[in-house]
């Protein structure tokens, strides 16, 4: 008996898949996938989770399936208005990996009031993220 399937699913187009799944499974420590593919299919990455599953995909395949997309993703920053919360472990070295790597921190890490450590930062393609622990 499979996993039950996702009850929201949600694809971001990326610039490189290889960047991404460093970024999501090697500094967050997070379960992505290298989904398997039908032939002619884009490759595209999986995180499943708690009934949410993110699906990221190259923004040219996005563009050569979709080409009204295409131009849309030129035009605009990738995720304008969308902000994604993600609970991480050893959230210290998080926020050291993300600063090594030279990607933008908006609001640095802090402990809030309620006890949560978060800090937010953009991932390598634009995508706001708040990560607490």
Same mark, same amino acid.
Do not use: N
């Given at each position: 008996? %499979?996993? $039950?399937?996702?009850?929201?699913?949600?694809? @971001? +187009?990326?610039?490189?898949? #290889?960047?991404?799944?460093? &970024?999501?499974?090697?500094?967050?420590?997070?379960?992505?996938?290298?989904?398997?593919?039908?032939?002619?299919?884009?490759?595209?990455?999986?995180?499943?989770?708690?009934?949410?599953?993110?699906?990221?995909?190259?923004?040219?395949?996005? %563009?050569? $399936?979709?080409?009204?997309?295409?131009?849309? @993703? +030129?035009?605009?920053?990738? #995720?304008?208005?969308?902000? &994604?919360?993600?609970?991480?472990?050893?959230?210290?070295?998080?926020?050291?990996?993300?600063?090594?790597?030279?990607?933008?921190?908006?609001?640095?890490?802090?402990?809030?009031?309620?006890?949560?450590?978060?800090?937010?930062?953009?991932?390598?393609?634009?995508?706001?993220?708040?990560?607490?622990?």
């Amino acid at each position: 008996m %499979g996993a $039950a399937p996702a009850t929201v699913s949600l694809q @971001l +187009a990326v610039a490189d898949l #290889g960047t991404t799944e460093a &970024f999501y499974a090697g500094i967050l420590e997070l379960p992505i996938e290298r989904a398997l593919t039908s032939r002619g299919a884009p490759e595209h990455l999986v995180l499943r989770q708690d009934g949410l599953e993110l699906i990221f995909v190259d923004e040219d395949a996005v %563009g050569r $399936a979709h080409p009204v997309l295409a131009e849309r @993703l +030129a035009d605009y920053p990738k #995720g304008v208005g969308i902000t &994604f919360h993600i609970r991480v472990t050893d959230i210290e070295d998080v926020f050291d990996a993300i600063l090594e790597e030279d990607l933008t921190v908006l609001y640095p890490l802090e402990e809030k009031p309620y006890g949560t450590k978060e800090f937010w930062c953009f991932d390598p393609d634009g995508y706001l993220l708040v990560l607490e622990e």
